[in-house]
């Protein structure tokens, strides 16, 4: 684990930058108490890092589960009067937290993971895709000084009824000449660190670019202090909750309640919560390993088991339901981490900031990680990939960019549903037009032959009948049957339909391979069915065994 230190370090410090703000704004959004927050995010990168078996995922608050948070603090706080108190809510949702962790461990031992390698390819690059452009839609306003509060990923439409576009109108029309200022300068360091003459020279493979960035922003800040028009309001600025005397440690973390363990809406919020974290989950690893350059496989029931324990962790000190998050894991993965050790780094780093380094993280602008995020965002929404999946053909681009819009003017969860339904559409549609090839002679004395697939479906049915009642009068017909290795019942009827069909039309069949053998209860219903004297045994019927 230690092999690649000198990459984890930097990219675990780099992470760590990225992540407070996240870990901060995801709390706020969720309706919970900010140090929550954080905790989720030193949980994700300690706990879940330990366990994981991910080289390159990092895992923490996820924006993704932000309604799921909000929805159910406000439900479990509420009482039978309707009047909500947040120090009955939060404690309660705590329970269920630990109670999705527990829900977690026993999916992987349910050997749950694999559900993630059934998504189409087409579906995550489209998710990986709309996350990048969200990023840099996200961020712009942070990047220019407005709307400041780091609200990480929630969807296009906001709370306030603005949306992720209108949002940047109003952005444009409040500039802070500082936030703009630190802005263009990140991304001028930023994009000269990814110039190929810069990589050639050793101390910038060693000093990152994020890492100049962040310490850029620090110092202008500190210079810039007493200037009015170079100035950064307080929520400008990284804010970490600072321990005071009153509150002293302990008061940070908060326990769960567990008085609702046996009321059914506890269990549902935790069971909610389990799910859609654990989908998440596997579809950030499904979509990490793709991003690693080192094609890395992650056993993704071991990071059920991480991320179940995580959860645990998370719940029984104050902090929010974690998931491996994929803002996070790119920044890692830009940054040029090559281990696990990453991860656990960055986490500590969150934890000694927010006990002994607050007022200096205190100092970075918004706009300077802001800077950082849309970086990480264009490169994952390159123009390239789009001409990657047009290359692939019609139906991986259609569903490429359904995928893509429909997280992008909805939520992640809604578009990589919309997307799967599209995929699966296309399997309809391709299974409705391949069941078989077929060999049209009409006319010159030579039969008609059709070759069935591998696996014939119900979905073929249509397909098959069409091509069946096609066949001309005094026809010969080959079904040839010798390479499959499955028809459904309902194709095997309408064949057996044809056959008697056939003997009133003068066709003449000839059938290739046992494809009755899938089903002997049904051939021999079918065979009683069409005999009038209710017995099959016939010379006729005996052809139809031996063919």
């Given amino acids: 684990?230690?092999?690649?230190?000198?990459?984890?370090?930097?990219?675990?410090?780099?992470?760590?930058?990225?992540?407070?703000?996240?870990?901060?704004?995801?709390?706020?959004?969720?309706?919970?108490?900010?140090?929550?927050?954080?905790?989720?995010?030193?949980?994700?990168?300690?706990?879940?890092?330990?366990?994981?078996?991910?080289?390159?995922?990092?895992?923490?608050?996820?924006?993704?589960?932000?309604v799921i948070v909000a929805d159910a603090i406000i439900r479990l706080g509420t009482?039978?009067?309707g009047i909500f108190d947040m120090e009955r809510g939060f404690p309660l949702f705590l329970s269920a937290v630990v109670l999705a962790g527990i829900i977690q461990i026993g999916l992987a031992f349910a050997k749950s993971g694999i559900i993630g390698y059934y998504f189409p390819n087409s579906v995550i690059k489209g998710m990986l895709t709309a996350i990048g452009v969200i990023i840099i839609l996200k961020q712009i306003p942070h990047a220019l000084g407005h709307d400041v509060i780091a609200e990480g990923f929630d969807g296009f439409w906001q709370k306030d009824g603005e949306n992720s576009f209108t949002e940047l109108m109003i952005a444009f029309g409040d500039i802070n000449p500082a936030a703009l200022l630190v802005t263009s300068v990140s991304m001028f360091v930023l994009i000269l660190w990814e110039q190929n003459f810069m990589k050639k020279i050793k101390i910038f493979n060693i000093i990152q670019g994020p890492l100049v960035v962040v310490t850029a922003g620090i110092l202008f800040t500190r210079i810039c202090l007493d200037i009015d028009i170079f100035s950064f309001e307080k929520d400008e600025m990284v804010g970490i909750p600072l321990m005071t005397d009153q509150t002293g440690f302990s008061g940070l973390f908060t326990t769960p309640d567990w008085s609702m363990l046996f009321n059914s809406d506890l269990w549902i919020i935790a069971f909610t919560i389990a799910v859609v974290a654990s989908l998440e989950t596997l579809l950030c690893v499904e979509a990490t390993d793709k991003m690693d350059p080192e094609k890395n496989v992650t056993p993704t029931n071991r990071e059920l088991i991480a991320q179940g324990a995580g959860n645990i962790a998370s719940g029984l000190v104050g902090g929010l339901p974690v998931t491996q998050v994929i803002v996070r894991s790119s920044a890692n993965m830009q940054s040029g981490g090559k281990t696990k050790l990453a991860a656990m780094i960055h986490g500590l780093f969150i934890a000694i900031s927010v006990f002994l380094l607050p007022d200096i993280l205190n100092m970075i602008p918004l706009s300077s990680l802001a800077a950082i995020l849309i970086m990480v965002g264009y490169k994952l929404a390159k123009p390239s990939i789009f001409k990657e999946m047009a290359g692939q053909g019609r139906d991986q681009l259609i569903t490429f960019l359904i995928t893509f819009l429909g997280i992008v003017f909805t939520d992640l969860l809604m578009g990589i549903g919309i997307g799967l339904a599209v995929g699966f559409f296309m399997i309809l549609r391709k299974n409705f037009n391949t069941p078989f090839s077929y060999t049209e002679t009409?006319?010159?004395?030579?039969?008609?032959?059709?070759i069935l697939s591998d696996n014939v479906t119900f979905l073929n049915k249509a397909s098959i009948l069409q091509a069946l009642n096609?066949?001309?009068?005094?026809?010969?017909?080959?079904?040839?049957?010798?390479?499959?290795?499955?028809?459904?019942?309902?194709?095997?009827?309408?064949?057996?339909?044809?056959?008697?069909?056939?003997?009133?039309?003068?066709?003449?069949?000839?059938?290739?391979?046992?494809?009755?053998e899938v089903n002997k209860d049904h051939l021999d219903y079918f065979l009683k069915k069409v005999s009038k004297d209710g017995n099959h045994k016939t010379p006729y019927f005996e052809t139809i065994f031996k063919n």
């Fill in 470 to 516: 096609a066949i001309p009068n005094q026809s010969a017909v080959i079904i040839d049957a010798t390479s499959t290795h499955y028809i459904h019942p309902d194709v095997i009827e309408i064949i057996d339909d044809f056959i008697v069909k056939a003997k009133q039309n003068d066709i003449s069949i000839e059938i290739k391979g046992d494809f009755h």
């Fill in 442 to 450: 009409f006319g010159d004395g030579e039969p008609i032959e059709i």
């Fill in 1 to 66: 684990m230690f092999k690649h230190f000198s990459n984890d370090l930097p990219a675990g410090l780099i992470v760590f930058l990225v992540a407070v703000p996240l870990c901060l704004g995801i709390a706020l959004a969720s309706g919970a108490p900010l140090f929550s927050g954080i905790i989720a995010g030193i949980v994700g990168g300690i706990v879940v890092g330990l366990i994981s078996g991910s080289k390159i995922g990092v895992s923490g608050p996820a924006a993704g589960l932000t």
């Fill in 79 to 81: 009482d039978a009067n």
